[in-house]
């Protein structure tokens, strides 16, 4: 575990500290602009640079805009998350997370915003290509690999959502409805083994209410939970305009708001102290907590350093090719090894190639390797055949171009076809209506299928796509959003010359409907219900859901591995390790990830039928073989108990489960664990207090389930998910919400078109697209940052006045009537 930073006991800060006034020690706690923080230099406080991540730096070139939209400097693109995540490979992750760091330092950035941690509730989440995982485990390992490389070259990192952020969908507003279980074993463990382990520079609040309350003034998630509990010692600050109400944030331990606001939060600060409606002390805490940033890293970017980029974009490749997962490979159609072969390459994203995601990740990369370009380093351009198949940005089915690709597979030995998803089906800022292809893509292959069946799938998208002709396909690559080496990943991967090793970090389904979530998702205008509880991805399906398509943890490899001689040694009365052997039987190299899970064989609480609690990558020649060795504590047994409000072992049996994915176990043992609960009859006696708590029943996962389990776990009434009081706004009411007005849509209609104007001509538009949507389901109360400080607060009460009806003397400037 990392050693905690002693931030209120640093001499520095503390000097610092005591020599501010309440004005300037408020005005500490907002942004100076969109990513700088302020600084106080007569007080020996400089002002530091954040900028967006997680798998690039995205800092703006010159100056930056109000809205974040411009051009950035030219930065290596990685592998986004969810391919990352793919790899299993915490040392490489942790590597990316040293260059990150260094270009970082280059470009004196102080803080890079990421790794992004939320859980993938549903493949629909139009951000799943910027988070690592459905599991938590897996989540927060990956994570915490990632921030320690950040943070390893001095600079910090800031890690996101927090919390229970699983959609885009009105993603400011949305209320998120999770009963405590589901919140602490999948939503919130991730957070909590990164911050335990690596201890984040900062821990970023997500925009979302959780069980009715802003997580940006949820005084259990941000200060008794992370601060207390975890005992996190960065600073918390708000995704960008996610603050709700100041002071009360500032309560319930949200130090830092981004971005700036000309200082119109600051005056509440020093208002409410002056007031005696907040303490002084609690102003202390947040100001020493963004010092403590603020301080360590103004020193480190002092000093100028270099970064090679060759050497980054060489890591990037080898980050590329490892997140590629081997999804079918029927007769050992792949690795390519006859170079004489005639080869059609098709699909436009071989030479245009969909390599992350859109929305604040966008990076401007120094480089892009296309897969056309890297397949000529292992074949002469002679016997390479293209036809683009289908326009790459529209969904618009061309039959010219279908057919010109089949003349052009019948005519060749085999077919590489390039599809997936364009930008314009997945960003933040909205959420994907299904799980399909652009409908030119599956003719596209449906058709060149049937003209050569020696056709490969390479697949470039972000989450799990439907793949109704799987039958019809030999061989199939996901290769997800790889960066700017894409292409040279996935030829390395192709030729040979690279192993594939990636497994999937999150379950394909065959249909949405096999989804938990899926009558749940996402919600309504008001509020989302999580009504799956715990059973997330695998944990649903290993339990009795639907068979997946391709199940979590899954990945072919060139070769073959064997396991045996499975060892569960105690290390103590609740600790465990636990070893086996692995050997290479087959011809080539190759990697395997050992996969371990724990089934509890009789809870007194319902459970998934499985739960990864360990991993161990291990590269091995052919013929060898190797022992991993995981560890397994306390915690790998236990399930939060909200009764007692801790996490709770109870003595029984519980089956390790080792193998190559959640659905391919190769070898089982078992645990006894001799330990008394004192809460195992307070469960019992919720089973019968509490009908359907303790199992997945029918009524939990049915599109017609009311939420009255869901009332009776809160001990509450589940708001109204489907409608927004009829012609009653507040200053949370989004202009979604408004446009129902001739005066909302007004509005709606001003500030969309504001959005596009302030983008600079040579603007992504990706970005603009994703800010108009961003902005289309921001809340009245955000308008003033988004205008750059041009509307008031009192105009925003003015504007929610108008719409709620109130009438008005004269036409000139608005003033509100409240009182």
Same mark, same amino acid.
């Given at each position: 575990m990392t050693e905690r930073r002693n931030y209120n006991m640093t001499p520095t800060v503390q000097d610092v500290l005591q020599g501010l006034t309440l004005e300037e020690k408020a005005s500490l706690c907002s942004g100076r602009d969109f990513w700088n923080l302020k600084g106080i230099p007569e007080k020996g406080v400089p002002s530091v640079l954040v900028t967006d991540g997680p798998h690039g730096l995205r800092k703006q070139a010159g100056d930056a805009d109000h809205l974040g939209l411009n051009t950035s400097v030219p930065a290596t693109c990685f592998p986004t998350a969810a391919g990352l995540a793919a790899t299993w490979n915490e040392t490489l992750v942790e590597e990316i997370g040293q260059a990150l760091g260094r270009e970082s330092r280059h470009h004196k950035v102080a803080v890079i915003l990421g790794p992004g941690a939320n859980i993938k509730r549903s493949p629909l989440c139009g951000r799943n290509f910027e988070y690592f995982s459905e599991d938590p485990f897996l989540t927060g390992r990956i994570a915490a690999a990632h921030i320690r490389g950040v943070q390893s070259q001095g600079v910090g990192t800031s890690l996101k959502h927090f919390a229970v952020n699983n959609q885009e969908r009105r993603r400011m507003t949305i209320d998120a409805i999770v009963d405590e279980r589901a919140m602490r074993e999948v939503y919130l463990s991730g957070f909590e083994y990164a911050v335990k382990d690596a201890q984040p520079a900062t821990v970023m609040c997500a925009y979302n209410r959780l069980n009715g309350t802003y997580c940006s003034e949820h005084r259990e998630l941000l200060r008794s939970i992370l601060k207390d509990e975890w005992a996190f010692d960065g600073l918390v600050v708000t995704d960008w305009g996610a603050a709700n109400d100041r002071v009360e944030g500032l309560k319930a331990g949200l130090d830092l708001e981004m971005p700036g606001n000309r200082g119109v939060t600051d005056a509440l600060i020093v208002a409410a102290v002056r007031n005696g409606q907040l303490d002084e002390q609690v102003v202390n805490e947040a100001v020493s907590r963004i010092l403590s940033v603020i301080l360590p890293a103004a020193a480190v970017l002092e000093e100028d350093v270099d970064c090679d980029y060759d050497e980054h974009h060489a890591l990037a490749r080898t980050a590329a090719a490892q997140s590629v997962v081997l999804l079918k490979n029927d007769n050992d159609t792949l690795p390519i090894s006859d170079t004489r072969q005639s080869i059609a390459v098709i699909g436009a994203f071989a030479k245009d190639p969909r390599y992350q995601g859109a929305g604040s990740s966008l990076i401007n990369p120094t480089r892009v390797d296309t897969a056309w370009d890297a397949i000529q380093e292992y074949v002469n351009a002679s016997v390479l055949r293209y036809a683009p198949g289908y326009e790459i940005s529209g969904e618009r089915r061309s039959q010219k171009l279908i057919d010109e690709a089949c003349a052009v597979a019948r005519e060749t030995d085999r077919v590489l076809l390039f599809?997936?998803?364009?930008?314009?089906?997945?960003?933040?800022?909205?959420?994907?209506? @299904?799980?399909?292809?652009?409908?030119?893509?599956?003719?596209?292959?449906?058709? !060149?299928?049937? *003209?050569?069946?020696?056709?490969?799938? %390479?697949?470039?998208?972000?989450?799990?796509?439907?793949?109704?002709?799987?039958?019809? %396909?030999?061989?199939?690559?996901?290769?997800?959003?790889?960066?700017?080496?894409?292409?040279?990943?996935?030829?390395?991967?192709?030729?040979?010359?690279?192993?594939?090793?990636?497994?999937?970090?999150?379950?394909?389904?065959?249909?949405?409907?096999? !989804?938990?979530?899926?009558p749940n998702f996402p919600g309504g205008t008001a509020a989302v219900v999580y009504a799956e509880s715990v059973y997330v991805g695998y944990r649903y399906h290993t339990t009795g859901g639907p068979e997946p398509l391709f199940p979590f943890g899954y990945g072919l490899s060139y070769t073959r591995f064997a396991y045996r001689d499975l060892r569960i040694v105690p290390q103590s009365d609740d600790e465990y390790e636990v070893a086996c052997t692995v050997t290479n039987t087959g011809k080539v190299p190759g990697a395997e990830v050992v996969q371990l899970y724990v089934r509890d064989v009789e809870a007194s609480v319902f459970r998934p039928d499985r739960e990864l609690k360990g991993f161990a990558r291990i590269e091995l020649k052919p013929g060898k073989s190797g022992t991993v060795r995981m560890k397994l504590d306390r915690r790998a047994f236990s399930f939060w108990d909200s009764g007692s409000e801790r996490w709770t072992l109870e003595a029984g049996t519980f089956?390790?489960?080792?193998?190559?994915?959640?659905?391919?176990?190769?070898?089982?043992?078992? %645990?006894?664990?001799?330990?008394?609960?004192?809460?195992?009859?307070?469960?019992?006696?919720?089973?019968?207090?509490?009908?359907?708590?303790?199992?997945?029943? *029918?009524?939990?996962?049915?599109?017609?389930?009311?939420?009255?389990?869901?009332?009776?776990?809160?001990?509450?009434?589940?708001?109204?998910?489907?409608?927004?009081?009829?012609?009653?706004?507040?200053?949370?009411?989004?202009?979604?919400?408004?446009?129902?007005?001739?005066?909302?849509?007004?509005?709606?209609?001003?500030?969309?078109?504001?959005?596009?104007?302030? *983008?600079?001509?040579?603007?992504?538009?990706? @970005?603009?697209?994703?800010?108009?949507?961003?902005? @289309?389901?921001?809340?009245?109360? @955000?308008?003033?940052m988004m205008s750059d400080g041009k509307v008031p607060p009192e105009t925003i009460d003015g504007i929610v006045d108008i719409l709620n009806g109130r009438v008005f003397r004269g036409i000139g400037k608005i003033r509100s009537t409240r009182r």
């Open positions: 599809a997936g998803l364009p930008d314009s089906f997945e960003s933040e800022g909205f959420d994907r209506a @299904n799980l399909d292809l652009p409908a030119s893509h599956t003719a596209l292959i449906r058709a !060149v299928a049937a *003209a050569n069946p020696n056709t490969t799938v %390479i697949l470039s998208n972000g989450a799990p796509v439907s793949m109704p002709w799987l039958s019809d %396909i030999p061989a199939v690559l996901e290769s997800y959003l790889g960066g700017q080496a894409c292409g040279s990943g996935i030829a390395d991967v192709l030729f040979g010359a690279v192993n594939p090793s990636g497994r999937l970090a999150e379950t394909f389904p065959v249909r949405l409907e096999d !989804v938990s979530c899926s089956e390790i489960l080792v193998g190559a994915s959640s659905a391919d176990i190769r070898l089982t043992g078992s %645990i006894e664990i001799a330990i008394g609960d004192a809460l195992s009859d307070w469960a019992r006696e919720q089973r019968e207090r509490v009908p359907g708590y303790f199992a997945p029943t *029918a009524a939990l996962f049915s599109e017609t389930g009311t939420g009255s389990e869901f009332e009776k776990l809160l001990g509450r009434p589940v708001p109204a998910v489907n409608r927004v009081g009829r012609r009653h706004f507040t200053r949370t009411s989004t202009l979604e919400d408004i446009r129902s007005t001739w005066f909302g849509a007004y509005l709606r209609r001003s500030f969309l078109k504001k959005v596009r104007e302030s *983008a600079a001509p040579d603007a992504d538009e990706r @970005n603009v697209r994703m800010m108009q949507a961003v902005v @289309n389901e921001m809340p009245l109360r @955000n308008l003033g």
